[in-house]
Nanobody, 122 residues
Framework: QVQLVESGGGLVQAGGSLRLSCAAS????????MGWFRQAPGKEREFVVG???????YYADSVKGRFSISRVNAKNTVYLQMNSLKPEDTAVYHC????????????????WGQGTQVTVSS
């Protein structure tokens, strides 16, 4: 069983920045792609960004140029740097571990964290 714990969320004004972290348990972190998803009230969970085991990335169009994902395998941690935040970025952000490679579909991720709230005020 893999546990994922997110941190770093909070309240920020539009145009501001936040850095989310996701710490994973276990010894197989470096074997799998990781992803960040978000879910706003009343909306479905949506893909934000993914990173492969070797660092290749794939971003949703809505966050390209503003968000940046990275990982430090030695620390079992994946990060999400969020800049130029907009009110529409407000959501609970979840990290997840994929079943294998880089992916953007919910059903391609098998382990999920509880999420961290990000609120962007206008």
């Amino acid at each position: 069983q893999v546990q994922l714990v997110e941190s770093g969320g909070g309240l920020v004004q539009a145009g501001g920045s936040l850095r989310l972290s996701c710490a994973a348990s276990g010894r197989t972190f470096s074997w799998y792609a990781m992803g960040w998803f978000r879910q706003a009230p009343g909306k479905e969970r949506e893909f934000v960004v993914g990173i492969s085991r070797n660092g290749s990335t794939y971003y949703a169009d809505s966050v390209k140029g503003r968000f940046s994902i990275s990982r430090v395998n030695a620390k079992n941690t994946v990060y999400l740097q969020m800049n130029s935040l907009k009110p529409e970025d407000t959501a609970v952000y979840h990290c997840a571990r994929s079943t294998g490679g880089l992916a953007d579909k919910l059903d391609e991720y098998v382990y999920w964290g509880q999420g961290t709230q990000v609120t962007v005020s206008s």
